[in-house]
């Protein structure tokens, strides 16, 4: 790591040395369709993180259904892409980090990811819950959903709670996360960010 830093003018020196520039040519990647559902996921979890502090914040007023109504409709969504990405996941490993990358930093990548996904599912599925039990219930823009819960505020409420505190764990997974990643693209040089960033016909 130190040897990076200290060597910054490195980059055309022997491939078999694993600097940074040379790196970013030969690293593995991701494939296009993890990369897709990426940046497709991440996207979407951004805007409903920010949809659901907004719709709390004019709840009362005439006129945030709309936004709820959204904000569940996106939130099925996630969760189809999820189950899609996780299935697809199962199927396509991905190769391990670089040697350069820290043994801690790998294993504090894989825990982060790992929660993430596990965040991803519990999410939309809290969401759900509190939902199927309130009087509005969920609709699917604008399409009824299945009813199968008998509207019982208390219990949404507590869907609720527990939908409200996730959010913080995931802003938090994703705060630390997006920092790891930009660590590798502006510091660590290492083409480890690269691994999961579109590049013309991958
Ligand atoms: C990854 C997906 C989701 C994210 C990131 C997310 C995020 C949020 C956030 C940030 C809030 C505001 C919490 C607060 O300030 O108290 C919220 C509230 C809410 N979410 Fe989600 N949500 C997701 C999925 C869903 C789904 C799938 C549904 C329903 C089908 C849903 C239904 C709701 C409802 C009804 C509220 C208002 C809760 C209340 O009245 O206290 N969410 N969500
Ligand atoms: C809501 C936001 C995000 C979520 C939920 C998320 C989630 C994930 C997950 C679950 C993986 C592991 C993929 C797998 O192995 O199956 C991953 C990988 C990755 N993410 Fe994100 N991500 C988010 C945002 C970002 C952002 C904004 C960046 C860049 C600034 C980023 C950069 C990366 C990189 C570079 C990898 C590949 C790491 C590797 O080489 O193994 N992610 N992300």
Do not use: C
């Amino acid at each position: 790591m130190s040897a990076k830093a200290d060597h910054p003018n490195h980059h055309m020196t022997s491939p078999s040395l694993n600097l940074p520039a040379a790196n970013v040519e030969t690293v593995w990647r991701y494939g296009r369709t993890a990369i897709v559902l990426h940046w497709t996921l991440a996207v979407l979890l951004t805007f409903m993180i920010g949809l659901g502090w907004y719709m709390m914040s004019i709840e009362r007023e005439a006129g945030s259904a709309w936004y709820f109504n959204l904000h569940k409709s996106v939130g099925l969504v996630i969760a189809l892409l999820v189950a899609v990405g996780v299935a697809w996941r199962s199927g396509h490993r991905p190769e391990s980090l670089p040697v350069s990358v820290p043994r801690w930093q790998a294993r504090l990548a894989f825990v982060t990811q790992t929660l993430l996904y596990a965040l991803m599912v519990l999410m939309p599925v809290t969401g759900y819950l509190g939902a199927s039990h309130s009087k509005a219930g969920v609709q699917l823009f604008g399409l009824p959903t299945p009813r199968w819960a008998v509207p019982d505020h208390d219990r949404a409420e507590q869907f609720y709670n527990i939908h409200s505190v996730l959010v913080w764990v995931l802003v938090a997974l994703v705060v630390l996360h997006v920092a790891g990643a930009l660590k590798h693209l502006l510091w660590d040089k290492d083409g480890v960010f690269q691994r999961m960033w579109f590049r013309s016909g991958s």
